[in-house]
């Protein structure tokens, strides 16, 4: 298909992942959504980088664009913001240890 991004929910739908595994996305970027956006509760930042690190079991990492699971919009403002910014954490984290 000619697209670039692949966009796909993993924190709600982990089970993607497997969809990815043995295929080549080629030079498709994939946006990994990493955070469940269908909940206002706001996840560990531990739970967040071991789904980044799972992903880079069958991504590169300058393949993956980390992003939430979906749009933010239907959540209290206070819990998207704290979803965003741990969500940050657990990128900076990961990308210290590579």
């Known amino acids: 298909m ?7 929910e993993f ?3 982990p089970e993607n992942l497997a969809l990815f595994r043995d ?3 080629g030079t498709k970027m994939v ?8 909940r206002p509760e706001v996840e560990e930042v531990s ?3 071991a789904r980044i690190e799972e992903a880079l079991t069958v991504f590169a990492p300058d393949q993956l664009l980390i992003d939430p699971d979906c749009g933010l919009r239907m ?3 206070p819990s998207a913001f704290s979803k965003l910014s741990r969500m940050v954490e657990a990128v900076r984290q ?4 590579l």
């Open 94 to 97: 990961v990308r210290q240890a």
């Open 75 to 77: 959540l209290p403002r």
């Open 31 to 38: 946006g990994f959504g990493c955070i469940d956006s269908s």
């Open 47 to 49: 739970a967040i980088r």
């Open 11 to 13: 924190a709600k739908s």
């Open 2 to 8: 000619p697209i670039d991004i692949l966009d796909g």
């Open 23 to 25: 295929r080549d996305t």
